[in-house]
């Protein structure tokens, strides 16, 4: 970010095949010479970024007979695994990638995540 552009963030190779040089702790794209490599920028990702993903908060859970489930009317109350205070789980098309908290914003809820989970891809 040396011109100030927070579009000019180096990124490794998307495809997850690439190292790290210790000597220049520059990310090695596979079968490139120092002097080919390609710098990857966040705006490399331009592509991606209109691409919808669905994003779900979960409060909690709970398993329930449909018997019960027929039972439910308006007002009802659901017991949830969950206490009150505790994260909520944060998915991203169905893969947990954050937890975090409820807040209301104006007169709507929200979520702040506040733990980013890291998994390893296969």
């Known amino acids: 970010m040396a011109n100030g552009d927070k579009n000019d963030l180096n990124l490794d190779e998307l495809s997850g095949q690439s190292a790290v040089d210790p000597a220049s702790e520059l990310p090695v794209l596979s079968g490139k010479e120092p002097e080919e490599r390609e710098i990857r920028t966040a705006s490399d990702l331009q592509a991606v970024y209109e691409i919808p993903v669905q994003v779900s908060a979960v409060l909690g859970k709970t398993k329930m007979e449909v018997s019960s489930l027929l039972k439910l009317s308006r007002g009802a109350v659901i017991e949830l695994d969950r206490k009150v205070g505790e994260a909520i ?3 991203v098309n169905n893969r947990l990638v954050a937890r975090g908290e409820v807040v ?18 296969t």
């Open 89 to 91: 789980d944060i998915y």
């Open 104 to 121: 209301v914003v104006e007169d709507r809820l929200g979520v702040t995540m506040t733990e980013i989970i890291k998994t390893d891809r």
